[in-house]
Structures are given as C-alpha cells and as structure tokens.
C-alpha cells in the first residue's frame, strides 16, 4: 500500500479541487459548495430498520456538490437540474417545474428523491447546475447513498433558503432512498451523515432516534477500512428479504419491533420458529446487547471487550443473519489471526453485506504491519489488491461556500421586502 492511498485528502483540499473542476466546466466559480460524509459502522449492523442500536461514525470522505445558477450558455433550462458526476458517465438532468419522479439514469434517484421531499414541504427549487464528485466507494457499505442524498438536502436548503431540524433532514434523505431507489434503508447512514460529530462515535437508538456522543479520540488507536471490492447490490432483493424476515419474526414474537424482544422469549419460541426466522432474530437481539456492550467497554478502555464483540457480531452476520461472504470472513480472518500481540484490537464486516468492507481497529503503531499483511494475503488468496485506508471519526455534512451575491435572485420573497 502506498501511502498516497493511504491518507485521505483534507476537506479543503477537496472542495478546492471540486471548486476548479466546476470552473474549468462552466468558466465561473461555483456559488455553492457542500459535503456529506460516508461513515463506517463500528457495529450494530442490520439492526437498525428493528429500532436497535447502531453505533457508526462519519469517515473523512465526503460526497461534495459543487453548483450555482443555470446561465444563458449552459444549456440548460432555468428551472432544470443538470448534474455531472465523475463516478458515472450519465450525467443527471430533470425540471424541477413539474413533481420530480423517478427515472434515468439510476444514481439520480438518489437526488430527484431529495428534492421531491423539499418540494413536497413547499420549496420552489431553482435550476442549477452541479458538479459530484464522491471519495465515498460506491457500494461498499460506507454509505455513499446517504451522502449523496445529505449533499443534496444541503444544497436544497442553500438554494432554496428552507432549511429543516436535524431529524427531519435526514428522515427526509431516508424516505427519498426508500420511495426513488427503492432501498428499504434504515435509519443510521442518513443520521450519522448529518449530525456526526468529528472525535466520537454515534450511538443512535433507531427507535428513539435519540443520539448519544461516545467519545473516540485516542491517537492510539487507527480505523482501518478494507475494502473487499466485491460489490453488492442492495436493490437485487437480498436487503429487502432480510428485512423482511425480521419483520415477521417481530409478529411471530408478539412485538411490534425485534428490537423489544428478549433472548429468554426468543428461546421459548424456538421450537414453534423457523429456524431461519429464529437465526435472523437472535442476530438482531445479541447484537443490540454487542452494541451496548461496546461503548461501555469503550468508555472504560477495555478493548479486549470491544474485540470480541467485534468478532461476535462478524460471526453472527455470517452465521445468523448470513449476509457475510468468503472474501469479507478473509479480511476479518486475517486481522484476527494478527491478534493483540501486532496490535490489532478487533475486526468485522460493516454495512449491509454481500462484499464491501471491514473495519479494523487498530493500535496506531501497528497499522502499516497490519495493512501489509492482510493486503497480501488477501491478494494471494483472491488475486485482487484489496483498497485500505485509514479514517477518524469526523464531523457531519457542512456548507463549505455559499456565495450571497445571488441571494436576491435565489431568495425571491427577499425581493419583497
Ligand atoms: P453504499 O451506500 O454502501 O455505497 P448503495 O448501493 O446504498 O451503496 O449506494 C450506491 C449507489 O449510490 C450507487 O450505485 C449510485 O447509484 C449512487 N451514488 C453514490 N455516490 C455516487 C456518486 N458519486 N455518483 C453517482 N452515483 C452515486
Ligand atoms: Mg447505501
């Protein structure tokens, strides 16, 4: 690995990168500039949509939009949307003067999605044009999607001056993944997108929605993400049968979300269960308590504890709630074998499922043996080089530029007054 690959470039450094390509496109700075964070959960996995716990945090890669007004000599129509993104070659175009539904290409869902929940609350959204560009892997269970959405909302409340709570951003980024990509997601990407914080993790309680800071900011201890680059896709099915397992299990249990079940009435019904229905559920309920569990554990230093929940959780993704797969169970396999003794605290498969990555954590010091040796061995296994890098636990989506100067044009009941 080199060690290019291996430190993420500032924010700054990005948005002024972003800031350039938008110029060297359109022969003007850009007016607006925002950025949503991807995030790495650290665990809590698939328990999320059954009101449990999950504990991610914001990585320092971001979806960032550089955008500004449609201008004669564009091209585009004045109340249309017209997006570039460098990680497809469609670019994005629909009219904001009619009600935004679904369509082609793909990935613009994830967009027409977001404004349809502004408009829906009343925005007249104006056309612009917008550069993407995103150091978020797609599809590699860092949540590029939610960034994507959460850079959107962003832009939208800049451009249209309606900006929402919190909460209701990212509720509002959630439903536009669910109703225009047709991902039945859960809560946590769209939260941690918006209201991390930089230095902690979040443990959010998706029934609730209630968010707690735990503290993480020890220069000892590195985050290291291996990604598999096997990719999933979330919309093929598998996600959603997942979901909806546990949504039946929920009733067989008698509640309305497994999150309020308990293991002892788990094991009370197991006769009567199917036993994939029984796995699905004993996944979701021994994970809330991993989850618990770690950021006590976390909170007291004992990183021995967070190590095996870490271990725990993979095994039951695997075994359980199987959504793990051969090259996913390698990376933990290897970083596992390294144990304490090279640093390595604990490791698990994170986000959906299927492919994406690991996360690692790991003592400061040892990272560069550790990288060196899962990536050869991964390598030597599969034949491919698999992508790491280090992150820290970094803040929410922010507006990094927004020029007033068209605040009068873009604010119209401004002109009123
Ligand atoms: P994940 O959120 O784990 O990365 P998802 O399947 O939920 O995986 O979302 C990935 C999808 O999000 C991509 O297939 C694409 O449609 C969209 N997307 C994310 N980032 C970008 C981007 N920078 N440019 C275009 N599309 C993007
Ligand atoms: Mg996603």
């Known amino acids: 690995m080199t060690h290019r690959e291996f ?5 700054e450094e990005q948005a002024a990168f972003l800031a350039r390509q938008f110029e060297a496109r359109y022969g003007r700075a850009p007016t607006w500039l925002v950025a949503a964070p991807g995030r790495v959960n650290v665990i809590g996995e698939h328990t999320d949509y059954n009101g449990g716990f999950v504990l991610p945090m914001a990585i320092d890669r971001y979806a960032m939009v550089a955008a500004g007004p449609v201008e004669a000599g564009d091209g ?15 670019p994005l175009r629909f009219s904001t003067d009619e009600p935004i539904r679904q369509g082609l290409p793909a990935w613009g ?12 609350r009343g925005a007249r959204v104006p ?22 959405e959460v850079a959107t909302a962003m832009l939208v409340e800049e451009t249209t001056g309606l900006r929402l709570e919190p909460v209701e951003k990212a509720l509002l980024c959630q439903r536009a993944e669910q109703e225009f990509a047709g991902v039945p997601c859960g809560i946590m990407d769209q939260f941690v997108s ?4 930089a230095d902690a993790l979040m443990l959010l309680d998706c029934r609730s929605r209630v968010t707690e800071s735990v503290r993480f900011d020890s220069e000892d201890l590195a985050v290291l993400v291996a990604d598999t680059l096997v990719r999933h896709a979330l919309t093929d099915g598998s996600y959603a049968a997942r979901r ?12 309305g979300l497994l999150r309020e079940a308990t293991l002892s009435q788990l094991e009370e019904a197991r006769l009567r269960m199917d036993p994939v229905l029984f796995k699905r559920a004993r996944h979701v309920i021994m994970e809330d308590q991993r989850t618990l569990a770690v950021v006590e554990s976390i909170r007291y230093g ?6 095996s929940a870490m271990y725990g959780s993979h095994e039951s993704l695997r075994v359980d709630f199987e959504v793990s797969c051969r090259e996913l169970d390698l990376l933990v396999d290897l970083a596992r074998s390294l144990g304490p003794e090279h640093g390595v605290v604990g490791a698990r498969m994170t986000g959906g499922g299927f492919g994406g990555c690991t996360v690692t954590l790991v003592h400061t010091n040892s990272v560069e043996e550790v990288s060196a040796h899962m990536t050869r061995h991964y390598r030597e296994e599969t034949g491919v080089e698999p992508v790491m890098f280090l992150t820290r636990p970094s803040g929410g989506a922010q507006v990094l530029r927004t020029v007033t100067e068209n605040r009068s044009r873009y604010f119209p009941e401004l002109n009123r007054s």
């Open 7 to 11: 430190k993420s470039t500032g924010i």
């Open 76 to 90: 585009v129509g004045e109340r249309e949307w017209f997006w570039v993104s460098e990680q497809t070659l469609e």
């Open 109 to 120: 869902n994830y967009v027409r999605g977001v404004v349809a929940g502004f408009q829906d």
């Open 127 to 148: 056309g612009l044009v917008a550069v993407l560009r995103s150091t978020v892997p797609m599809g590699a269970g860092l949540s590029s999607s939610a960034a994507l």
């Open 194 to 197: 918006v209201m991390a914080e």
């Open 244 to 255: 909806e397992q546990c949504e039946t299990a929920a009733r067989f249990l008698g509640v």
């Open 302 to 307: 004992d990183w021995a504890a967070v190590g």
